[in-house]
T-cell receptor
């Protein structure tokens, strides 16, 4: 079974500071990993995805994440936070498609707070 | 670009009533997923369909059923509603079983009173 753990339910940064949101995964097969962002009362928007190609993945809005197999991690970073980045961020894992499993298993989410 | 469409966006029902949520996937996406997100919680997988056949099932109550139609839209039917069913219900779609990621709709907020 697959699972993800997000460390820190809340992360606070100042505008312009580095954003680091942590995600560790557990998977019995090579995982596909995703980061989603959710603004209040809205749906989940796909930020970026790792599907066994390049280990450093670049996404939208200046975010990127690095897949580290040795650390079973897929942390999300952004060099400089913007006020508009304040939202809930979810890390998710799914099993590769040849196993037949398609569902996403989400972490518990990290709320990013950005102060002026 | 076209996105996933869900209707209605908001729904208020009383206990023991029924509700039907609709989802229209992104064109050419053949896989549809349903998730339930309770207040302050992460989304929980309910059920998915690939090419109009159920492909996976999660923690979906027996009171709920779903199907995917020939035009790939999907409907989630919920009967004997309970207060605990109040949640955001998301539909997501993907091409080819989800390897490229799932794209979520805006959700339907169901309130059961």
């Amino acid at each position: 079974a697959q699972s993800v753990t997000q460390l820190g339910s809340h992360v606070s940064v100042s505008e312009g500071a580095l954003v680091l949101l942590r995600c560790n995964y557990s998977s019995s097969v090579p995982p596909y990993l995703f980061w989603y962002v959710q603004y209040p009362n809205q749906g989940l928007q796909l930020l970026l995805k790792y599907t066994s190609a390049a280990t450093l993945v670049k996404g939208i809005n200046g975010f990127e994440a690095e897949f580290k197999k040795s650390e079973t991690s897929f942390h999300l970073t952004k060099p400089s936070a913007h006020m508009s980045d304040a939202a809930e961020y979810f890390c998710a894992v799914s099993a590769p498609q040849n196993t037949g499993f398609q569902k996403l298993v989400f972490g518990t989410g990290t709320r990013l707070l950005v102060s002026p | 670009a076209a996105g996933v469409i869900q209707s209605p966006r908001h729904l208020i029902k009383e206990k023991r009533e029924t509700a039907t949520l609709k989802c229209y996937p992104i064109p050419r996406h053949d896989t549809v997923y349903w998730y339930q997100q309770g207040p302050g919680q992460d989304p929980q997988f309910l059920i998915s369909f690939y090419e109009k056949m159920q492909s996976d099932k999660g923690s979906i109550p027996d009171r709920f059923s779903a199907q995917q139609f020939s035009d790939y839209h999907s409907e989630l039917n919920m009967s004997s509603l309970e207060l605990g069913d109040s949640a955001l219900y998301f539909c997501a779609s993907s091409p080819s079983r989800g390897a490229a990621g799932q794209y979520f709709g805006p959700g339907t907020r169901l309130t059961v009173t």
